[in-house]
């Protein structure tokens, strides 16, 4: 029989679970195995707390046709890579053995997920508050690479996912991490590496840097759907929809559209909107008599400051230094 639950009624079946099975902790105390709920399905789930602010979970379970219901909710970047098993949804992307999941902080919208019943779901999901992961790309947050813009659009900010491809490299990785020979202090660190090494190659396939790859073709009216989300995307510069509400609006998949996006513009569709919000920003600083907070919300920012970064880093002067006359580094006016 179907289960379609609220995320507060999947929580409250966690917390009598752990009543009824007290969680389990490893012998070197740095995993606690958390028993399924057994009207959920069967399996464990094995949460490790790398350092403050980095958690690995390991899954290997099996569910009982299960839908989840997670509403609005503030959230951390968050990598995840299955080896078996499918979750499918609505207003999130698809995960299963070929297509990973990347997804960056701020505001995660409401979405549903499925778990499809007796398929056993095998893989690992990495949480990381943004402010840690700022300090492993070395740099201060004002000059952010387009890598970290990607996975750290700030807190006031809407979530944006990504659909990876799940090479053999990455399935190597995730191996390695759920059969990790070490304990105590060098698995700690045994771990900490392997969740580096992952997220690298996640973050490149998405971003398409690194190792060069063949020229995508495509077709004349995928073109002009790309050209259609993009139109979409500068018309809702304050709301914009989630890159996979985009792609289905468009007619496409999440990843046609990342592919797309890439092929036309030469930037994804995150950087693609950024540079749109930062050029009409520019254009409102310069030709109207709007305050800076004024442009930030119509661009889409609900913090100035958060705002201010962005736009440093994309002209090299302040939204103020801009109000005031001053000329650009880099103009995106055409």
């Given at each position: 029989?179907?289960?379609?639950?609220?995320?507060?009624?999947?929580?409250?079946?966690?917390?009598?679970?752990?009543?009824?099975?007290?969680?389990?902790?490893?012998?070197?105390?740095?995993?606690?195995?958390?028993?399924?709920?057994?009207?959920?399905?069967?399996?464990?789930?094995?949460?490790?707390?790398?350092?403050?602010?980095?958690?690995?979970?390991?899954?290997?379970?099996?569910?009982?046709?299960?839908?989840?219901?997670?509403?609005?909710?503030?959230?951390?970047?968050?990598?995840?890579?299955?080896?078996?098993?499918?979750?499918?949804?609505?207003?999130?992307?698809?995960?299963?053995?070929?297509?990973?999941?990347?997804?960056?902080?701020?505001?995660?919208?409401?979405?549903?997920?499925?778990?499809?019943?007796?398929q056993r779901q095998v893989g690992v999901n990495i949480h990381m508050q943004p402010q840690l992961l700022v300090q492993f790309f070395?740099?201060?947050?004002?000059?952010a690479p387009a890598e970290l813009q990607l996975l750290t659009p700030g807190q006031d900010q809407w979530q944006q996912m990504f659909?990876?491809?799940?090479?053999?490299?990455?399935?190597?990785?995730?191996?390695?991490?759920?059969?990790?020979?070490?304990?105590?202090?060098?698995?700690?660190?045994?771990?900490?590496?392997?969740?580096?090494?992952?997220?690298?190659?996640?973050?490149?396939?998405?971003?398409?840097?690194?190792?060069?790859?063949?020229?995508?073709?495509?077709?004349?009216?995928?073109?002009?759907?790309?050209?259609?989300?993009?139109?979409?995307?500068?018309?809702?510069?304050?709301?914009?929809?989630?890159?996979?509400?985009?792609?289905?609006?468009?007619?496409?998949?999440?990843?046609?559209?990342?592919?797309?996006?890439?092929?036309?513009?030469?930037?994804?569709?995150?950087?693609?909107?950024?540079?749109?919000?930062?050029?009409?920003?520019?254009?409102?600083?310069?030709?109207?008599?709007?305050?800076?907070?004024?442009?930030?919300?119509?661009?889409?920012?609900?913090?100035?400051?958060?705002?201010?970064?962005?736009?440093?880093?994309?002209?090299?002067?302040?939204?103020?230094?801009?109000?005031?006359?001053?000329?650009?580094?880099?103009?995106?006016?055409?």
């Amino acid at each position: 029989m179907s289960l379609d639950l609220t995320w507060q009624e999947a929580c409250a079946l966690w917390a009598e679970a752990a009543q009824q099975s007290p969680p389990v902790t490893s012998i070197d105390r740095l995993e606690t195995l958390y028993t399924l709920p057994p009207q959920v399905g069967s399996g464990h789930h094995r949460v490790i707390q790398l350092q403050p602010g980095v958690e690995l979970l390991i899954f290997n379970c099996t569910f009982r046709d299960v839908t989840i219901r997670m509403p609005e909710n503030q959230h951390p970047v968050q990598f995840a890579v299955h080896l078996s098993g499918i979750v499918d949804g609505v207003g999130c992307p698809r995960l299963d053995p070929n297509w990973g999941y990347i997804g960056s902080s701020g505001v995660q919208r409401p979405w549903t997920s499925f778990f499809p019943e007796l398929q056993r779901q095998v893989g690992v999901n990495i949480h990381m508050q943004p402010q840690l992961l700022v300090q492993f790309f070395g740099v201060r947050t004002e000059d952010a690479p387009a890598e970290l813009q990607l996975l750290t659009p700030g807190q006031d900010q809407w979530q944006q996912m990504f659909s990876p491809k799940t090479t053999e490299a990455m399935r190597s990785i995730v191996k390695q991490i759920i059969d990790c020979p070490f304990m105590g202090a060098i698995k700690r660190l045994y771990l900490q590496g392997k969740i580096l090494e992952l997220m690298a190659l996640q973050l490149e396939a998405v971003t398409g840097q690194g190792t060069a790859s063949p020229t995508t073709v495509l077709k004349p009216d995928t073109i002009a759907r790309i050209h259609y989300a993009a139109e979409i995307l500068r018309s809702h510069l304050e709301h914009p929809p989630i890159q996979i509400d985009l792609a289905r609006q468009v007619g496409l998949s999440d990843r046609t559209l990342q592919k797309g996006f890439k092929a036309v513009f030469g930037v994804t569709p995150f950087v693609y909107l950024t540079q749109q919000r930062m050029r009409q920003a520019e254009r409102l600083l310069r030709e109207s008599e709007r305050t800076v907070a004024e442009v930030a919300n119509i661009v889409g920012y609900v913090n100035p400051a958060q705002f201010a970064a962005a736009f440093k880093r994309q002209l090299g002067i302040t939204p103020s230094e801009c109000l005031g006359g001053k000329n650009r580094r880099n103009s995106l006016l055409g």
